[in-house]
């Protein structure tokens, strides 16, 4: 660090064609930016303290090349978001140059993408970004928050390095060495490690565009916490406009459920990892508020948040617990359209079950096993699970869904993954333990898997079965042609009475509520609700749910379906509704209700020995 240090000076890049940056750099910085410099690699230059409408310039000195023509790529979706992107819309005055700064003709591609003539003098190219948080534009999807991108001067940046940087078709292997000039005030985060040169400058490396696009950074005023769980370093990272800390906030439920998936794993698989959240304070100024995204999206040694920031600590173990155990899979254990992703024209891989159903499920079973919740609590969880499973297409098998998963049919039944896989792994792993009496369940399985591939030894992707019938048994094998690969729906009583649990599909019963019900239909994505019996919220037939309690209703939020779902008689709730065209604020008191039941799963009073011991080894490892 010293030495580094000393060769600090004041030097003016100047590139011709674009104007000039002035910056305190390391004289090796000054040799970075030169483009004869390094032509094995790509060199990147990312200027935050000039935003320009929520943009910011990047500049890129490139690899040499010996074709007449290249194509800058920018993702058209990346590894963990399972749709559509098309990053290459936030670029903007796309330019590229030769060495002696000489413009090179530009034109874009079929697919959009940008396409170099004269590219054996190729020496750089230097663009625009705009962020995505902010996005108004509805010709396309809107992107996933997690993986997108903020940029808002001198306050915070959240740099999905999708959104901000490309590479050579073709070339996507090469290292790259990124530079950042940061307002002096703001601290990066990352699970990469940053090099800070100066206070206004940052610089960071990583071996391919895999392993950069896999290493999100947040630039914010800092406000950071860590702690060390089993061997693991654990770093929480926020980017907030509130004037107090929201990382220490989070620090006691992450080391929770950290110390939970420790004991579920007996050891963990990664020596550290980096919680990053962007705590968003409710204003439509910098993010479109037509679906605001909240969850994360996970990489091999962090996740990123779209949260809220108020009340921060609510809900997010839901959440975290299972970013966290992608450490497993697909970080350990993954398939060659997985390892050798294409960022331009992607091949998505037939196993979703389980690099997300089976993540969800390890999610549920290592709070259980650390008793963080009870049976009961799990009970509960798998009813909910099986409801929304319901609406899954029947005639629908999760690897056809996988495969074919970016389609827009399946984009709209996309969150079901969440709620049948976990049904899925479950049933397979009673199986698992059923052969093995007890000894062996899934979790062993994809530790015996993990040990032969790892994170460096890709599976193919049609052979999975054949490698899980090695490892196990035909009926296993067997198990996943029939529930997996074709569309036959888990009997759900049938495996659950294995474990000493009973399964009613429907019953009326009397609890505490506020005298609604769900009516979806099909691939709807709208929540839609209506009154059954007492209606002490004033719902009308048709509603759509918005909110509850002030927070955006998302299936996916577990804590928020507690309010509505699990009341106590006289609980007071305020859901919004949309009605006529119209935000409605509904408010009322749990009073006991009649209701329809659906799925519910109880211990069976009669359960045997056998499969008691069974459900004890299922949650317990025991």
Same mark, same amino acid.
């Given at each position: ?36 410099y ?7 230059l ?10 910011v ?5 490139l690899?040499?090349l ?5 194509v800058?790529?920018f993702p058209a ?8 992107q098309?990053?290459?819309?936030y670029?903007s005055?796309?330019k ?8 090179l003709?530009v034109?874009?591609?079929a697919?959009?993408?940008?396409v170099i003539s ?5 020496a ?5 970004v ?11 999807p809107q ?5 997108g ?5 001198d ?9 901000f ?11 790259y060495?990124?530079t ?12 990469l490690?940053i ?15 895999d ?6 950074i947040i630039?914010a005023?800092?406000?950071?916490a ?21 990382a ?10 950290a110390t ?6 007996g050891?963990?698989?990664v ?10 304070d409710?204003s ?10 909240f ?8 996740s990123l948040?779209?949260?809220?920031a ?8 839901d ?24 960022f331009?024209a ?6 979703l079950?389980?690099?997300e159903?089976?993540?969800?499920y390890?999610?549920d079973m290592?709070r259980?096993h ?6 009961v609590?799990l ?13 899954f297409?029947?005639?629908l098998?999760?690897?056809d ?5 970016m389609t ?7 969150p079901?993954?969440?709620?049948? /896989? #976990?049904?899925?792994?479950?049933? %397979?792993?009673? $199986?698992l333990?059923?052969e093995s !009496?007890g000894?062996? @369940?899934l979790l062993?399985?994809?530790r ?6 790892g994170p460096?030894k ?13 490892a196990?048994?035909p009926?296993?094998?067997?198990f996943?042609d ?12 049938e495996?659950?009475k294995?474990i ?6 429907k019953?009326m019963?009397?609890v505490?509520?506020y ?13 839609l609700? /209506? #009154?059954?019996?007492e209606?002490? %919220?004033?719902? $009308?037939?048709?509603?759509?749910? !918005?909110k509850?309690? @002030?927070?955006?209703a ?11 779902m699990?009341?106590s008689?006289?609980?007071e ?17 749990a ?7 659906r ?5 069976d ?15 317990y490892g025991?």
């Amino acid at each position: 660090m010293n030495i580094m240090r000393s060769i600090l000076t004041i030097v003016v890049v100047t590139f011709v064609g674009i104007g000039s940056i002035a910056a305190q750099q390391p004289a090796t910085i000054k040799n970075d930016l030169n483009p004869s410099y390094q032509r094995s690699m790509y060199r990147v230059l990312i200027d935050l303290r000039h935003v320009d409408n929520d943009r910011v310039h990047v500049h890129m000195n490139l690899p040499a090349l010996r074709a007449d023509s290249a194509v800058m790529v920018f993702p058209a979706t990346i590894p963990g978001t399972y749709e559509p992107q098309s990053w290459w819309r936030y670029i903007s005055e796309f330019k590229a140059w030769d060495s002696s700064g000489a413009p090179l003709p530009v034109h874009r591609s079929a697919d959009h993408q940008f396409v170099i003539s004269g590219a054996k003098k190729l020496a750089r190219v230097d663009y625009m970004v705009d962020d995505s948080f902010d996005d108004h534009d509805t010709t396309f999807p809107q992107i996933f928050h997690p993986a997108g991108t903020s940029i808002q001067a001198d306050s915070i940046f959240v740099m999905n390095q999708c959104g901000f940087i490309g590479y050579l078709d073709g070339m996507s292997k090469l290292i790259y060495q990124v530079t950042v000039i940061k307002p002096p005030h703001l601290y990066g985060a990352s699970a990469l490690q940053i090099k800070s040169y100066s206070d206004t400058l940052d610089m960071y490396s990583a071996s391919s565009y895999d392993a950069l696009v896999d290493n999100p950074i947040i630039y914010a005023v800092a406000d950071t916490a860590s702690f060390t769980v089993a061997g693991t370093r654990i770093m929480i990272a926020c980017a907030n406009v509130t004037d107090h800390s929201i990382a220490q906030q989070l620090v006691e439920p992450i080391k929770r459920i950290a110390t939970s998936i420790a004991s579920f794993l007996g050891t963990m698989p990664v020596d550290r990892y980096a919680f990053l959240f962007y705590c968003w304070d409710g204003s439509t100024k910098n993010v479109d508020v037509r679906s605001p995204a909240f969850g994360a999206l996970e990489h091999n040694y962090s996740s990123l948040y779209f949260w809220h920031a108020k009340n921060a600590a609510q809900g997010v173990a839901d959440v975290a617990t299972h970013e966290f155990l992608h450490i497993l899979e697909p970080l350990n254990l993954h398939s060659e359209e997985i390892a050798n992703f294409d960022f331009r024209a992607p091949k998505m891989s037939k196993h979703l079950w389980l690099y997300e159903g089976v993540t969800e499920y390890f999610s549920d079973m290592a709070r259980i096993h650390d008793s963080a919740i009870s049976e009961v609590d799990l009970q509960r969880m798998l009813s909910r699970k099986l409801f929304a499973a319901a609406y899954f297409p029947p005639a629908l098998s999760l690897t056809d869904f996988s495969k074919n998963v970016m389609t827009d049919a399946n984009q709209q039944v996309y969150p079901l993954i969440y709620e049948y /896989g #976990p049904i899925v792994a479950l049933a %397979l792993d009673i $199986q698992l333990r059923e052969e093995s !009496k007890g000894e062996r @369940g899934l979790l062993d399985l994809i530790r015996s898997l993990s040990a032969v591939y790892g994170p460096d030894k890709p599976f193919k992707d049609d052979e999975l079965w054949k490698i899980i019938e090695k490892a196990t048994s035909p009926s296993i094998a067997a198990f996943c042609d029939r529930y997996i690969e074709h569309a036959e729906r888990i009997p759900v009583g049938e495996v659950l009475k294995k474990i000493g649990w009973n399964y009613t599909a429907k019953k009326m019963v009397s609890v505490p509520g506020y005298g609604i019900e769900f009516r979806m239909h099909g691939t709807d994505p709208r929540m839609l609700i /209506g #009154p059954v019996g007492e209606n002490p %919220l004033g719902v $009308q037939a048709g509603d759509e749910l !918005k909110k509850i309690n @002030g927070r955006t209703a998302s299936m996916n939020d577990e804590s928020l379906w507690t309010n509505i779902m699990r009341p106590s008689v006289g609980d007071e709730l305020t859901i919004t509704v949309l009605r006529n065209g119209q935000e409605v604020d509904l408010t009322g008191k749990a009073v006991m209700v009649s209701r329809e039941q659906r799925h519910v799963i109880e211990d069976d009073p009669k359960a045997t020995p056998q499969q008691v011991a069974l459900r004890r080894a299922l949650l317990y490892g025991s």
